[in-house]
């Protein structure tokens, strides 16, 4: 758990931020597309900061070589999946 005044003993900290401008010029779809858009990406965001939140105990403590060969492995697994079978998520019914 974090203690009083990590972020002064803490470094590197990182902070990161999201702009997204969105305009729809649709008379009547406007403001139905332009929430329905800013929901998803705000629930995108906030679902793969939990991610990361929740598999910090995975990664804490490990070394900056250990999280890059840990980084390779996943990426290679990701490929692996991504170049073989069916889209997953996005398949059309």
Not at 12 to 38: A, D, F, N, T
Not at 69 to 93: C, P
Request: charged share 25%.
């Amino acid at each position: 758990p974090l203690g009083a005044g990590w972020v002064n003993e803490q470094s590197p900290v990182m902070c990161c931020y999201s702009l997204y401008r969105l305009s729809c010029k649709w008379w009547g779809l406007q403001s139905k597309m332009e929430s329905l858009i800013i929901r998803s990406v705000r629930r995108i965001l906030y679902n793969m900061a939990r991610l990361a939140w929740c598999s910090v105990d995975s990664w804490l403590g490990m070394s900056m070589e250990e999280i890059r060969a840990m980084e390779a492995q996943t990426k290679q697994y990701l490929d692996d999946i991504r170049n073989s079978g069916s889209v997953k998520g996005m398949a059309e019914k």
